[in-house]
């Protein structure tokens, strides 16, 4: 498996991202903004739910 990507590229590719969001609004933003395939399989990976924050983002990817 790839190397997890820093959290401040994944929000890169987030921006201007309402939220609460869910995990197929969160990919289909970062295959709009040009999210790199590093980027896309790991917030694939995250669990399916609401997030309320990119911070919630980040922490999952951090596990």
Same mark, same amino acid.
């Given at each position: #498996?790839? $190397? @997890?990507?820093? !959290? +401040? /590229?994944? /929000?890169?590719?987030? %921006? %201007? #991202?309402?939220? !609460?969001? @869910?995990?197929? /609004? +969160?990919?289909?933003?970062?295959? $709009? @903004? &040009?999210?790199?395939?590093?980027?896309?399989?790991?917030?694939? &990976? =995250? !669990?399916?739910?609401?997030?309320?924050? !990119?911070?919630? =983002? @980040?922490?999952?990817?951090?596990?």
């Amino acid at each position: #498996m790839a $190397e @997890s990507p820093n !959290p +401040i /590229q994944v /929000q890169k590719y987030l %921006g %201007g #991202m309402d939220y !609460p969001a @869910s995990k197929d /609004q +969160i990919v289909s933003k970062a295959e $709009e @903004s &040009g999210a790199d395939d590093n980027v896309l399989e790991a917030l694939r &990976g =995250i !669990p399916d739910k609401e997030y309320d924050a !990119p911070t919630a =983002i @980040s922490a999952e990817l951090g596990r």
